[in-house]
Protein backbone atom coordinates (compact mmCIF):
# COMPACT_ATOMS: atom_id res chain seq x y z
CA UNK A 1 0.00 0.00 0.00
CA UNK A 2 3.08 2.38 0.67
CA UNK A 3 3.51 4.62 -2.70
CA UNK A 4 6.79 4.39 -4.65
CA UNK A 5 8.85 7.48 -4.87
CA UNK A 6 12.02 6.09 -6.57
CA UNK A 7 14.32 3.71 -7.09
CA UNK A 8 17.88 4.19 -4.57
CA UNK A 9 20.80 2.47 -6.87
CA UNK A 10 24.03 2.06 -5.82
CA UNK A 11 27.41 0.54 -6.88
CA UNK A 12 29.90 -1.22 -5.38
CA UNK A 13 32.92 -3.51 -5.92
CA UNK A 14 32.56 -7.27 -6.33
CA UNK A 15 34.95 -7.66 -3.01
CA UNK A 16 32.45 -5.35 -0.88
CA UNK A 17 29.71 -7.20 -1.74
CA UNK A 18 29.67 -9.31 1.34
CA UNK A 19 30.19 -6.81 3.14
CA UNK A 20 27.48 -4.73 1.55
CA UNK A 21 24.75 -7.62 2.51
CA UNK A 22 25.34 -7.81 5.88
CA UNK A 23 24.31 -3.94 6.40
CA UNK A 24 21.11 -4.45 4.45
CA UNK A 25 19.33 -3.30 7.47
CA UNK A 26 21.37 -0.12 7.35
CA UNK A 27 20.90 0.50 3.80
CA UNK A 28 17.01 -0.41 4.23
CA UNK A 29 17.04 2.32 6.77
CA UNK A 30 18.52 4.97 5.00
CA UNK A 31 16.28 4.21 1.72
CA UNK A 32 13.68 4.95 4.09
CA UNK A 33 14.92 7.88 5.50
CA UNK A 34 15.98 9.45 1.58
CA UNK A 35 12.03 8.67 0.86
CA UNK A 36 11.01 10.49 3.97
CA UNK A 37 12.79 13.43 3.47
CA UNK A 38 11.83 12.82 -0.52
CA UNK A 39 8.15 12.73 0.83
CA UNK A 40 8.39 15.96 2.77
CA UNK A 41 10.25 18.21 0.17
CA UNK A 42 7.82 16.69 -2.42
CA UNK A 43 4.53 17.92 -0.07
CA UNK A 44 6.69 21.44 0.33
CA UNK A 45 6.89 22.06 -2.83
CA UNK A 46 3.19 21.43 -3.83
CA UNK A 47 2.06 23.44 -1.12
CA UNK A 48 4.56 26.00 -2.43
CA UNK A 49 2.66 25.86 -5.60
CA UNK A 50 -0.61 25.76 -4.31
CA UNK A 51 -0.39 28.91 -2.27
CA UNK A 52 1.22 30.64 -5.27
CA UNK A 53 -1.73 29.82 -7.62
CA UNK A 54 -4.41 30.84 -4.63
CA UNK A 55 -2.33 34.34 -3.82
CA UNK A 56 -2.46 34.77 -7.72
CA UNK A 57 -6.04 33.98 -8.33
CA UNK A 58 -6.73 36.47 -5.34
CA UNK A 59 -4.78 39.26 -7.26
CA UNK A 60 -6.81 38.02 -10.65
CA UNK A 61 -10.10 38.64 -8.59
CA UNK A 62 -8.87 41.72 -6.79
CA UNK A 63 -7.90 42.92 -10.32
CA UNK A 64 -11.26 42.16 -11.99
CA UNK A 65 -13.12 43.66 -9.23
CA UNK A 66 -10.88 47.04 -9.41
CA UNK A 67 -11.68 47.07 -13.12
CA UNK A 68 -15.26 46.80 -12.71
CA UNK A 69 -15.66 49.69 -10.17
CA UNK A 70 -13.39 51.72 -11.47
CA UNK A 71 -15.32 51.94 -15.23
CA UNK A 72 -18.51 54.05 -12.92
CA UNK A 73 -16.29 56.61 -11.62
CA UNK A 74 -14.55 56.84 -15.48
CA UNK A 75 -17.88 56.64 -16.78
CA UNK A 76 -19.18 59.79 -14.78
CA UNK A 77 -16.22 61.65 -15.81
CA UNK A 78 -16.53 60.88 -19.10
CA UNK A 79 -20.41 61.66 -18.97
CA UNK A 80 -19.66 65.47 -17.28
CA UNK A 81 -16.88 66.03 -19.58
CA UNK A 82 -19.77 66.17 -22.33
CA UNK A 83 -22.01 68.39 -19.78
CA UNK A 84 -18.92 70.70 -19.19
CA UNK A 85 -18.35 71.43 -22.70
CA UNK A 86 -22.28 71.76 -23.01
CA UNK A 87 -22.37 74.76 -20.58
CA UNK A 88 -18.97 76.19 -21.35
CA UNK A 89 -20.51 76.17 -24.75
CA UNK A 90 -23.16 78.33 -23.33
CA UNK A 91 -21.12 80.54 -21.12
CA UNK A 92 -23.18 78.69 -17.79
CA UNK A 93 -21.35 78.27 -14.49
CA UNK A 94 -19.32 74.88 -14.12
CA UNK A 95 -18.77 74.76 -10.42
CA UNK A 96 -21.02 71.84 -9.36
CA UNK A 97 -19.50 69.81 -12.31
CA UNK A 98 -16.14 70.44 -11.50
CA UNK A 99 -16.81 69.56 -7.87
CA UNK A 100 -18.17 65.68 -9.31
CA UNK A 101 -15.04 65.57 -11.58
CA UNK A 102 -12.75 66.06 -8.47
CA UNK A 103 -15.10 63.98 -6.25
CA UNK A 104 -14.78 60.85 -9.33
CA UNK A 105 -11.39 61.13 -9.54
CA UNK A 106 -10.47 60.68 -6.09
CA UNK A 107 -12.47 57.88 -6.16
CA UNK A 108 -10.64 56.00 -9.06
CA UNK A 109 -7.34 57.04 -6.90
CA UNK A 110 -9.23 55.27 -4.00
CA UNK A 111 -10.49 52.53 -5.86
CA UNK A 112 -7.04 51.61 -7.42
CA UNK A 113 -5.36 51.76 -4.26
CA UNK A 114 -7.43 49.02 -2.72
CA UNK A 115 -5.68 46.80 -5.24
CA UNK A 116 -2.47 48.01 -3.79
CA UNK A 117 -4.28 46.88 -0.39
CA UNK A 118 -3.71 50.93 0.52
CA UNK A 119 -5.60 51.13 3.56
CA UNK A 120 -6.53 54.69 4.76
CA UNK A 121 -5.88 55.00 8.56
CA UNK A 122 -8.75 53.77 10.75
CA UNK A 123 -11.08 56.69 12.67
CA UNK A 124 -13.10 54.78 14.57
CA UNK A 125 -17.15 54.49 13.94
CA UNK A 126 -18.55 57.11 11.78
CA UNK A 127 -21.96 59.06 11.09
CA UNK A 128 -23.00 59.96 7.42
CA UNK A 129 -26.22 61.02 5.96
CA UNK A 130 -27.24 57.97 4.21
CA UNK A 131 -30.18 60.47 2.50
CA UNK A 132 -27.73 63.03 1.52
CA UNK A 133 -25.88 60.09 -0.23
CA UNK A 134 -29.07 58.89 -2.30
CA UNK A 135 -29.61 62.47 -3.20
CA UNK A 136 -26.39 62.72 -4.33
CA UNK A 137 -26.20 59.85 -6.49
CA UNK A 138 -29.14 60.40 -8.12
CA UNK A 139 -28.51 64.03 -9.05
CA UNK A 140 -25.57 62.63 -10.56
CA UNK A 141 -27.45 59.62 -13.17
CA UNK A 142 -30.11 62.55 -13.63
CA UNK A 143 -27.62 65.44 -14.05
CA UNK A 144 -24.71 63.05 -16.59
CA UNK A 145 -26.77 62.07 -18.98
CA UNK A 146 -26.93 58.45 -18.06
CA UNK A 147 -30.74 58.14 -18.40
CA UNK A 148 -32.39 57.59 -21.38
CA UNK A 149 -35.63 59.52 -21.84
CA UNK A 150 -37.68 55.84 -21.52
CA UNK A 151 -36.45 55.58 -17.76
CA UNK A 152 -37.74 57.43 -14.91
CA UNK A 153 -35.76 57.75 -11.84
CA UNK A 154 -38.01 58.69 -8.44
CA UNK A 155 -37.29 59.10 -4.64
CA UNK A 156 -39.18 58.45 -1.83
CA UNK A 157 -36.23 60.12 0.81
CA UNK A 158 -37.68 60.87 4.32
CA UNK A 159 -35.95 62.99 6.95
CA UNK A 160 -37.23 61.30 10.27
CA UNK A 161 -34.51 58.43 9.57
CA UNK A 162 -30.90 59.47 8.01
CA UNK A 163 -28.13 58.96 10.17
CA UNK A 164 -26.37 55.67 9.42
CA UNK A 165 -22.94 54.30 11.10
CA UNK A 166 -19.58 53.82 8.42
CA UNK A 167 -18.34 55.24 5.31
CA UNK A 168 -20.33 57.27 2.56
CA UNK A 169 -18.47 56.87 -0.06
CA UNK A 170 -19.04 52.90 0.33
CA UNK A 171 -23.18 53.36 0.16
CA UNK A 172 -22.24 55.85 -2.65
CA UNK A 173 -20.53 52.78 -4.87
CA UNK A 174 -23.38 50.62 -3.65
CA UNK A 175 -26.22 52.70 -5.33
CA UNK A 176 -23.95 53.65 -8.27
CA UNK A 177 -23.94 49.69 -9.20
CA UNK A 178 -27.97 49.23 -7.86
CA UNK A 179 -28.83 52.22 -9.98
CA UNK A 180 -26.66 51.69 -12.92
CA UNK A 181 -27.73 47.81 -13.31
CA UNK A 182 -31.03 49.16 -13.18
CA UNK A 183 -31.13 51.51 -15.80
CA UNK A 184 -29.21 49.05 -17.89
CA UNK A 185 -32.00 46.44 -17.62
CA UNK A 186 -34.99 48.93 -18.12
CA UNK A 187 -33.16 50.36 -20.97
CA UNK A 188 -33.05 47.07 -22.73
CA UNK A 189 -36.78 46.21 -21.88
CA UNK A 190 -38.45 49.73 -23.25
CA UNK A 191 -38.29 51.61 -20.36
CA UNK A 192 -39.79 52.03 -17.16
CA UNK A 193 -39.20 53.36 -13.52
CA UNK A 194 -36.48 53.14 -11.31
CA UNK A 195 -37.20 54.14 -7.00
CA UNK A 196 -34.77 55.09 -4.71
CA UNK A 197 -36.24 55.00 -0.85
CA UNK A 198 -35.89 55.35 2.69
CA UNK A 199 -38.15 52.97 4.35
CA UNK A 200 -37.27 54.24 8.22
CA UNK A 201 -35.80 52.25 11.34
CA UNK A 202 -36.30 48.70 11.45
CA UNK A 203 -35.25 46.21 14.39
CA UNK A 204 -32.94 43.26 13.68
CA UNK A 205 -30.96 40.96 15.30
CA UNK A 206 -31.50 43.52 18.33
CA UNK A 207 -29.87 46.17 16.68
CA UNK A 208 -31.62 49.67 14.86
CA UNK A 209 -31.14 49.68 10.97
CA UNK A 210 -32.11 52.14 8.33
CA UNK A 211 -33.79 50.27 5.72
CA UNK A 212 -33.07 51.85 1.81
CA UNK A 213 -34.42 49.81 -1.28
CA UNK A 214 -33.63 50.43 -4.90
CA UNK A 215 -36.18 48.56 -6.97
CA UNK A 216 -37.45 49.21 -10.68
CA UNK A 217 -40.12 47.66 -12.86
CA UNK A 218 -38.01 45.79 -15.18
CA UNK A 219 -38.81 42.31 -16.20
CA UNK A 220 -37.56 40.25 -13.06
CA UNK A 221 -34.88 38.04 -12.82
CA UNK A 222 -34.77 34.53 -13.90
CA UNK A 223 -34.65 31.96 -11.41
CA UNK A 224 -30.84 30.42 -11.79
CA UNK A 225 -29.60 34.36 -11.93
CA UNK A 226 -31.68 34.93 -7.99
CA UNK A 227 -29.79 31.27 -7.28
CA UNK A 228 -26.33 32.87 -7.70
CA UNK A 229 -27.24 36.67 -7.49
CA UNK A 230 -24.42 37.55 -5.37
CA UNK A 231 -21.99 35.32 -6.70
CA UNK A 232 -19.10 36.37 -9.32
CA UNK A 233 -20.13 35.67 -12.57
CA UNK A 234 -19.54 36.64 -16.30
CA UNK A 235 -21.61 38.99 -17.18
CA UNK A 236 -24.37 38.82 -20.30
CA UNK A 237 -25.85 41.61 -22.28
CA UNK A 238 -29.54 40.07 -21.61
CA UNK A 239 -28.74 39.15 -18.13
CA UNK A 240 -30.17 42.58 -16.06
CA UNK A 241 -28.53 43.01 -12.66
CA UNK A 242 -25.56 40.11 -13.45
CA UNK A 243 -21.92 39.69 -13.56
CA UNK A 244 -19.49 40.63 -10.56
CA UNK A 245 -21.18 43.96 -9.66
CA UNK A 246 -23.63 42.58 -7.57
CA UNK A 247 -20.99 40.12 -5.71
CA UNK A 248 -19.06 43.82 -5.44
CA UNK A 249 -22.07 44.75 -3.75
CA UNK A 250 -22.76 42.87 -1.40
CA UNK A 251 -19.12 42.21 -0.04
CA UNK A 252 -19.54 46.67 0.25
CA UNK A 253 -22.72 45.99 2.29
CA UNK A 254 -21.20 43.20 4.53
CA UNK A 255 -18.19 45.91 5.13
CA UNK A 256 -20.80 48.45 6.48
CA UNK A 257 -21.88 45.75 8.95
CA UNK A 258 -25.32 45.82 7.02
CA UNK A 259 -27.18 43.05 5.17
CA UNK A 260 -28.88 43.15 1.48
CA UNK A 261 -31.88 41.14 0.00
CA UNK A 262 -33.22 40.71 -3.46
CA UNK A 263 -37.19 40.30 -4.62
CA UNK A 264 -38.19 39.91 -7.98
CA UNK A 265 -41.03 39.01 -10.15
CA UNK A 266 -42.77 39.60 -13.39
CA UNK A 267 -43.62 43.40 -11.91
CA UNK A 268 -39.83 44.16 -11.37
CA UNK A 269 -37.14 43.70 -9.01
CA UNK A 270 -36.54 45.79 -4.71
CA UNK A 271 -32.66 45.37 -3.38
CA UNK A 272 -33.27 45.94 0.21
CA UNK A 273 -30.70 47.23 2.24
CA UNK A 274 -29.95 47.48 6.12
CA UNK A 275 -27.27 49.94 7.52
CA UNK A 276 -26.94 50.09 10.63
CA UNK A 277 -28.41 53.59 12.09
CA UNK A 278 -26.11 55.78 14.07
CA UNK A 279 -26.01 54.96 17.84
CA UNK A 280 -25.88 58.58 18.71
CA UNK A 281 -29.15 59.19 16.65
CA UNK A 282 -32.50 59.78 18.83
CA UNK A 283 -34.81 56.93 18.95
CA UNK A 284 -37.56 56.95 16.24
CA UNK A 285 -40.04 54.62 16.28
CA UNK A 286 -38.83 51.34 14.72
CA UNK A 287 -40.86 48.65 13.18
CA UNK A 288 -39.51 44.56 12.67
CA UNK A 289 -37.28 44.21 10.03
CA UNK A 290 -39.41 42.03 7.70
CA UNK A 291 -37.62 38.66 6.27
CA UNK A 292 -34.70 39.61 3.92
CA UNK A 293 -33.27 36.18 4.17
CA UNK A 294 -30.16 34.72 5.18
CA UNK A 295 -27.67 37.15 2.51
Known sequence: ???????????????????????????????????????????????ARRQVASVAEEYREASRRVLHEVNNPLSIIKNYLSVLDSKLERQEPVTGEM?????????VGQLIGTLADIKPVETGP???????????????????QFVPGSVQITTAL????????????????????????AVEALAGSGGGRIEIANRGHVHRERRLFLELSVS???????????????????STKDGAHRGIGLSIVHGLVKKLN??????????????????????????????????????
Open 1 to 47: GARCLGVLVGGVAAWQLAASQKRERFLQSFGTQAATALESALQERAN
Open 99 to 107: SVLNEEIDR
Open 126 to 144: RAFDAVKVAEDVVRLFRAG
Open 158 to 181: HDDARLVEGDADTLKQILVNLIKN
Open 216 to 234: DTGPGLAPEVMANLFTPVK
Open 258 to 295: GHIACRSGRTGTVFEILLPAWSGASAAPALPARALGSV
